[in-house]
């Protein structure tokens, strides 16, 4: 918990705090400009806030630059830190005399502060869980109908899902939420690589056209082992070691031609001015297509770039050499099916049969790769929509749960301070929208009665670990439930801070129990700095500390 504060801009030097219930007194006469709202502002800054700067800059411009020594305490250990006003951006980590040992960045600062109260809930920083309920005069969360919002800007649905994190809920959506992530990745992937020609793109019509043609070239298949058998006598011929000698050679010479006709047709787009494509990236697909020829892909990738980068001429002479290299090949081809036709004439089954058996066994794996790509396809689309249909569900859950906590929270605390017959504030949580109605009541005094509602029902609810509310959330409440309020504020070990004046209105009892959590008290004679820059007033004395 905050345990001081020191300044030597201070009037008395140091105001000290204490668990429970803090109060910053104002006077009998609701003086303004005395210093109640700029000493809830110091307890946002030394929390890791950055709005004292913002919107207090006539503390420096008549102070100077200064710095705020600070401690908290942690499980009987003081810590203690600075923080300047002219690098606010930095925290420095101090001694007992509090000289300064090594100095931390903000977000270094607020880290610790997190960890030190226990703030468990991933993805939320300290300042998302804490600065929303240090509600202070100028800052920017005292929206009535928003009390998500830190700010206006504020998107609603990252308001709704810091609530969750403050309720330790994020965790189970924040898991699913990455499932879904990586399922609609990977179904892009997926689409990607079938867009680029990489694999077969195949609609749901040729899926259906693709199992018709696996059924029917199996069916072919099995006629041709059938009259294989009929031709046992002659069988060993067919398939001797020569002819599949042969049929492996002319395999390699005719996927040679293809790389070889590929690289020509490129080199002809680029002596007409047009650039071939970029292969990319193939790793990822190497996971769900292992079956692509990453090396082809790689040697046109290459080619590509060394074509990038040589002159037309060369363009020119390896055209030349590409294309004597493919007429090579095709005379090796027409060599190798003459000594397969003379391999296979001395039995009855021609090499027809053997050029059939092949094309019906690519047509095949043709067939099946469409099948199979389609299938694949589906099988990400299902799984993403289960994710997300997964994540929808247990958001609802939790939303449900949350939004039910918070309602009978304020329920709780408005019979608590007012009675059964008021009605408390509701607070609906959709995906990405809410709504924060207060009803009855619609003036601007009873709407802030709802952001301090709404602080409560989450303070009691979960483990955020203090809240702070000025004395402009009061106006406008009845000084009796004021003064229940305060008995409640104070029942809560938790550290809170809030700043009032008048407190005698509210009878004698909640004046004594004010002044008993009171850190300092400010009025019209005792403001909070050493100086007094209202108009036609004088500079207060500086009190000296202990």
């Known amino acids: 918990?905050?345990?001081?504060?020191?300044?030597?801009?201070?009037?008395?030097?140091?105001?000290?705090?204490?668990?429970?219930?803090?109060?910053?007194?104002?006077?009998?006469?609701?003086?303004?400009?005395?210093?109640?709202?700029?000493?809830?502002?110091?307890?946002?800054?030394?929390?890791?806030?950055?709005?004292?700067?913002?919107?207090?800059?006539?503390?420096?411009?008549?102070?100077?630059?200064?710095?705020?020594?600070?401690?908290?305490?942690?499980?009987?250990?003081?810590?203690?830190?600075?923080?300047?006003?002219?690098?606010?951006?930095?925290?420095?980590?101090?001694?007992?005399?509090?000289?300064?040992?090594?100095?931390?960045?903000?977000?270094?600062?607020?880290?610790?502060?997190?960890?030190?109260?226990?703030?468990?809930?991933?993805?939320?920083?300290?300042?998302?869980?804490?600065?929303?309920?240090?509600?202070?005069?100028?800052?920017?969360?005292?929206?009535?109908?928003?009390?998500?919002?830190?700010?206006?800007?504020?998107?609603?649905?990252?308001?709704?899902?810091?609530?969750?994190?403050?309720?330790?809920?994020?965790?189970?959506?924040?898991?699913?939420?990455?499932?879904?992530?990586?399922?609609?990745?990977?179904?892009?992937?997926?689409?990607?690589?079938?867009?680029?020609?990489?694999?077969?793109?195949?609609?749901?019509?040729?899926?259906?056209?693709?199992?018709?043609?696996?059924?029917?070239?199996?069916?072919?298949?099995?006629?041709?082992?059938?009259?294989?058998?009929?031709?046992?006598?002659?069988?060993?011929?067919?398939?001797?070691?020569?002819?599949?000698?042969?049929?492996?050679?002319?395999?390699?010479?005719?996927?040679?031609?293809?790389?070889?006709?590929?690289?020509?047709?490129?080199?002809?787009?680029?002596?007409?001015?047009?650039?071939?494509?970029?292969?990319?990236?193939?790793?990822?697909?190497?996971?769900?297509?292992?079956?692509?020829?990453?090396?082809?892909?790689?040697?046109?990738?290459?080619?590509?770039?060394?074509?990038?980068?040589?002159?037309?001429?060369?363009?020119?002479?390896?055209?030349?050499?590409?294309?004597?290299e493919l007429n090579l090949i095709d005379i090796s081809v027409a060599g190798i099916d003459a000594e397969m036709a003379a391999a296979l004439g001395s039995i009855d089954q021609p090499e027809s049969l053997v050029d059939h058996v092949y094309k019906v066994a690519l047509s095949l794996q043709s067939a099946r790769a469409s099948k199979d790509g389609y299938e694949r396809e589906q099988d990400q689309v299902e799984r993403l929509r289960k994710a997300k249909e997964a994540l929808a569900e247990e958001k609802q859950r939790i939303l449900i749960e949350v939004e039910t906590s918070v309602n009978t929270g304020m329920r709780e605390i408005v019979s608590e301070a007012i009675g059964e017959h008021r009605k408390s504030p509701r607070l609906s949580l959709g995906d990405t929208s809410y709504k924060f109605e207060v009803f009855e009541d619609t003036g601007t005094g009873t709407a802030f009665f709802g952001l301090v509602l709404f602080d409560m029902a989450v303070f009691r609810a979960t483990s955020l670990p203090t809240i702070a509310h000025d004395s402009v959330l009061f106006k406008n409440i009845s000084n009796d439930s004021v003064a229940r309020l305060v008995a409640l504020y104070a029942n809560n070990p938790k550290q809170s801070f809030i700043a009032l004046d008048e407190i005698h209105k509210y009878g004698f009892a909640t004046a004594l129990m004010l002044q008993k959590h009171s850190v300092i008290e400010l009025s019209d004679q005792a403001v909070l700095y050493v100086k007094d820059w209202r108009p036609n007033r004088p500079s207060a004395p500086l009190v000296e500390t202990d």
């Not at 694999?199 to 298949?221: C, F, H, M, S």
Request: proline share 2%; glycine share 6%; with cysteine.
């Open 1 to 324: 918990m905050l345990r001081e504060i020191r300044c030597e801009k201070f009037r008395t030097g140091i105001v000290r705090f204490h668990p429970g219930l803090n109060v910053v007194l104002g006077d009998d006469n609701a003086t303004n400009s005395i210093g109640k709202s700029t000493l809830l502002m110091l307890v946002d800054f030394v929390f890791g806030g950055s709005t004292l700067l913002e919107w207090n800059k006539d503390i420096v411009d008549e102070l100077g630059h200064h710095h705020y020594d600070f401690a908290f305490e942690f499980d009987g250990e003081l810590h203690r830190f600075r923080r300047e006003t002219i690098a606010p951006d930095s925290v420095y980590t101090c001694n007992e005399a509090y000289e300064v040992h090594s100095t931390w960045s903000l977000e270094e600062f607020n880290a610790f502060l997190k960890q030190a109260y226990g703030l468990e809930s991933p993805g939320q920083t300290f300042r998302a869980a804490v600065g929303l309920h240090l509600r202070v005069w100028r800052k920017e969360n005292l929206i009535p109908d928003e009390p998500l919002h830190a700010s206006p800007k504020q998107k609603s649905k990252d308001c709704i899902d810091n609530l969750i994190k403050t309720y330790g809920k994020f965790e189970a959506i924040r898991e699913l939420d990455e499932a879904a992530r990586a399922a609609e990745a990977d179904l892009k992937l997926v689409r990607a690589a079938a867009n680029s020609e990489l694999i077969p793109k195949v609609t749901k019509t040729g899926y259906a056209q693709a199992k018709t043609q696996i059924a029917n070239l199996e069916r072919d298949l099995e006629e041709v082992r059938q009259n294989l058998a009929s031709y046992a006598t002659s069988l060993s011929a067919v398939i001797n070691k020569e002819v599949l000698e042969l049929k492996v050679r002319k395999d390699d010479l005719l996927q040679r031609r293809l790389n070889v006709a590929g690289r020509l047709l490129r080199v002809d787009r680029n002596l007409g001015g047009r650039r071939s494509l970029h292969s990319g990236n193939f790793k990822d697909l190497q996971r769900y297509f292992p079956e692509i020829n990453t090396a082809r892909l790689s040697e046109v990738e290459a080619f590509h770039d060394g074509v990038a980068q040589i002159l037309r001429e060369q363009l020119k002479e390896s055209r030349k050499q590409l294309a004597e």
